[in-house]
T-cell receptor, first 113, second 115 residues
């Protein structure tokens, strides 16, 4: 069974630029999550989708971050414009349904200069 | 607001030793608790999931316990090996009625097993 796929794996941009990350969850998983993990900290949930609807985006900085999950499968997370403090690893995870075991992708490491 | 704490932040032990990693959480109303492993530059791998009604779970050399009343969980690793070196993260899902079922993570314990 294929795992959660993410791309790109690494990205370096300058502040005020835009960036987008892509995630392909495990086939059949209804729930998709985007986490931000700053160095030395545990992951923090940014947004949670159930199929193509948003369940929780309470910790998403909506003035600069946006995410979508078209057709309830793949998802993209965008940052526009990026700030220095956005430097982090962005992890995508999926689960069969809410509350079940989450499977994580390898993450995208973002460095904002 | 649920908060999860893991102490120590880093731990180094000789190969072959048994060890315990600690996790504490502030609100006992949880749906479940999970232990994850994270290798450098990689995503998280789920090790064990304990439902709120359970007291422990075992997988191979790993045993996780849960004491909701005291807000604590431990991950016991038997006969440690260099391949166990990684960061171990504890996370809880608050119970239904407290918003979406989202994982709240601790900051992790970085474990090094010395050959």
């Amino acid at each position: 069974e294929a795992g959660v796929a993410q791309s790109p794996r690494y990205k370096i941009i300058e502040k005020r630029q835009s960036v987008a990350f892509w995630c392909n969850p495990i086939s059949g998983h209804a729930t998709l999550y985007w986490y931000q993990q700053i160095l030395g900290q545990g992951p923090k949930l940014l947004i949670q989708f159930q199929n193509n609807g948003v369940v929780d985006d309470s910790q998403l900085p909506k003035d600069r971050f946006s995410a979508e999950r078209l057709k309830g499968v793949d998802s993209t997370l965008k940052i526009q414009p990026a700030k220095l403090e956005d430097s982090a690893v962005y992890l995508c995870a999926s689960s069969l349904n809410r509350g079940e075991t989450q499977y994580f992708g390898p993450g995208t490491r973002l460095l904002v200069l | 607001k649920q908060e999860v704490t893991q102490i120590p932040a880093a731990l180094s032990v000789p190969e072959g030793e048994n060890l315990v990693l600690n996790c504490s959480f502030t609100d006992s109303a949880i749906y479940n608790l999970q232990w994850f492993r994270q290798d450098p530059g990689k995503g998280l791998t789920s090790l064990l999931l304990i439902q709120s009604s359970q007291r422990e779970q075992t997988s191979g050399r790993l045993n996780a316990s849960l004491d909701k009343s005291s807000g604590r969980s431990t991950l016991y690793i038997a006969a440690s090996q260099p391949g166990d070196s990684a960061t171990y993260l504890c996370a809880v899902i608050p119970s239904w009625g407290q918003g979406a079922q989202k994982l709240v993570f601790g900051q992790g314990t970085r474990l090094t097993i010395n050959p």
